[in-house]
């Protein structure tokens, strides 16, 4: 499968932005999708994930009601909803996808085989 995320960009603390990661080549249904982010100088970071066939959805503890994944089955395409953006929150956002992950490995980058290209938010006055 080949991802391809979009929907980065400026915004002001408080502000949302919506990003996409749009599947082609296979369903993501069948995939474990987990977005990452690396801000400068930090490591890459789990966000958020959405298992296979949409059965749930887990998050990190710091956009814990802030963020939402979801998805358009007809669009092959998994959303992740940002809320209530902050300064902290700026980064590189990255999608990526795998087939056979297990749950107790979803929040370690190395497990996933597929990786859609980057895309910056930046949460500033």
């Known amino acids: 499968v080949q991802l391809q995320a979009s929907g980065g960009g400026l915004v002001q603390p408080g502000g949302s932005l919506r990003l996409s990661c749009a599947g082609s080549g296979r369903t993501l249904n069948n995939y474990v999708v987990g977005w990452f982010r690396q801000a400068p100088g930090k490591e890459r970071e789990f966000v958020a994930a959405m298992w296979r066939r949409g059965s749930n959805t887990y998050y990190t503890d710091s956009v814990k009601g802030r963020f939402t994944v979801s998805r358009d089955t007809a669009k092959n395409t998994v959303y992740l909803q940002m809320n209530s953006l902050k300064p902290e929150d700026t980064a590189v956002y990255y999608c990526?996808?795998?087939?056979?992950?297990?749950?107790?490995?979803?929040?370690?980058?190395?497990?996933?085989?597929?990786w859609g290209q980057g895309t910056q938010v930046t949460v500033s006055s």
């Open positions: 990526a996808a795998d087939l056979t992950i297990i749950i107790s490995s979803m929040t370690r980058g190395s497990e996933y085989d597929y």
